[in-house]
T-cell receptor, first 117, second 110 residues
Framework: DSGVTQTPKHLITATGQRVTLRCSPRSGDLSVYWYQQSLDQGLQFLIQYYNGEERAKGNILERFSAQQFPDLHSELNLSSLELGDSALYFC????????????????FGPGTRLTVL | QKEVEQDPGPLSVPEGAIVSLNCTYSNSAFQYFMWYRQYSRKGPELLMYTYSSGNKEDGRFTAQVDKSSKYISLFIRDSQPSDSATYLC??????????FGKGTSLLVTP
């Protein structure tokens, strides 16, 4: 158990809908990362938050957004869903994420499996 | 071209064999190199972490980084059926998010 929790485990929804995925980082970790894993693209970085502020953006679509709350949990919002958004969505956390330590390891949660029908 | 290339396999070996997994990359600025293991329907878990070039050993696992060739490897000695999983290489710049290979599926047969 990595200490990172994600809810829900599974989500089935229809095209055009909006969903929210939730992540709680490990105790003491200030950085949260979101990744999308699909069969054809592998694990792709979406976005990083550090202590409530957006730190880095990857291949995140404009239909997707995220935020990190004062208690450090994070939510990933996916809207106007398309069939191609079906994937595993992982959250990871690390102590800082600022590159202050060479051992700034990212610990992954169990993921949320999103199915868009 | 993806920044990190990894042969997806699948790779099937008998129990007790030495397994060699590899990745190549194109961005010479990568400084931190990792190997993650992912069991089916689970999140990736960190196996090995190395900084810059060199070797690192942890039990049955050895990670090698050759920055001059932009090539990293993971060796698993005395492989076990419980090692059957997908192995993902990952690398990053200082302070940035991870760039993953697509993963190599490994099956160790008894």
């Amino acid at each position: 158990d990595s200490g990172v929790t994600q809810t829900p485990k599974h989500l089935i929804t229809a095209t055009g809908q909006r969903v929210t995925l939730r992540c709680s980082p490990r105790s003491g970790d200030l950085s949260v990362y979101w990744y999308q894993q699909s069969l054809d693209q592998g694990l792709q970085f979406l976005i990083q938050y550090y202590n409530g502020e957006e730190r880095a953006k990857g291949n995140i679509l404009e239909r997707f957004s995220a935020q990190q709350f004062p208690d450090l949990h994070s939510e990933l919002n996916l809207s106007s869903l398309e069939l191609g958004d079906s994937a595993l969505y992982f959250c990871a956390s690390s102590v800082s994420g600022q590159g202050l330590s060479s051992t700034d390891t990212q610990y992954f949660g169990p993921g949320t499996r999103l199915t868009v029908l | 071209q993806k920044e990190v290339e990894q042969d997806p396999g699948p790779l099937s070996v008998p129990e007790g064999a030495i397994v060699s997994l590899n990745c190549t990359y194109s961005n010479s600025a990568f400084q931190y190199f990792m190997w993650y293991r992912q069991y089916s329907r689970k999140g990736p878990e960190l196996l090995m972490y190395t900084y810059s070039s060199g070797n690192k050993e942890d039990g049955r696992f050895t990670a090698q980084v050759d920055k001059s060739s932009k090539y990293i490897s993971l060796f698993i000695r005395d492989s076990q059926p419980s090692d059957s999983a997908t192995y993902l290489c990952a690398m990053r710049l200082r302070g940035y998010a991870l760039n993953f290979g697509k993963g190599t599926s490994l099956l160790v047969t008894p």
